[in-house]
């Protein structure tokens, strides 16, 4: 179907790299084959080929292949605390998000430290999945909590966390 290259923090560039400090470990993602005007953001017909090494993803976009699934790679690069969960996400009572581990993750990787978040990840999303989902906070996790959310159909949402929460608690009658 296609490949969605989603950043929590707008523009990117490739190779993606990043590391939360000299012993964090580097975070690292690297396309190959991608269109010269190609943007995050942009949703692209094809696949991807995924070969990883530890904290390493390398992808390779192959536009003639055909598929039913959506590849998602999320890019998250951010002040200490920024980066919180990804996953099937669900709304508890205690009116808080929490996720479960998606059924398509293939890789994912982190770096962090006081200084920085740095997250990347592959997900697979058949057309029966649940919306993948993605929690960050503003800087230093204290503020500005969001939720983004990406369908296997490659629609994208970003919602504050309090908005997300009151969409999608169950409505108690009275």
Not at 68 to 95: C, D, W
């Amino acid at each position: 179907m296609s490949v969605l290259v989603y950043s929590t923090q707008g523009h990117v560039s490739f190779p993606f790299q990043g590391s939360a400090g000299l012993t964090r470990g580097t975070v690292k993602v690297e396309f190959t084959g991608l269109p010269d005007l190609f943007r995050a953001g942009e949703v692209l017909p094809g696949t991807v080929s995924l070969r990883t090494a530890g904290m390493t993803a390398i992808l390779e976009y192959l536009p003639d292949r055909e598929t039913q699934n959506l590849v998602v790679v999320v890019l998250h690069s951010g002040s200490a605390g920024t980066f919180r969960q990804i996953g099937a996400a669900k709304v508890e009572p205690k009116v808080s998000v929490s996720t479960d581990p998606h059924p398509g993750m293939r890789w994912d990787a982190a770096s962090s430290s006081g200084g920085a978040s740095i997250y990347a990840a592959v997900v697979t999303l058949t057309p029966e999945d649940a919306p993948l989902t993605i929690v960050t906070s503003g800087y230093l996790g204290r503020s500005g909590w969001k939720v983004h959310t990406i369908t296997p159909s490659g629609v994208v949402g970003c919602l504050p966390y309090s908005e997300y929460v009151a969409k999608h608690t169950p409505a108690e009658i009275l």
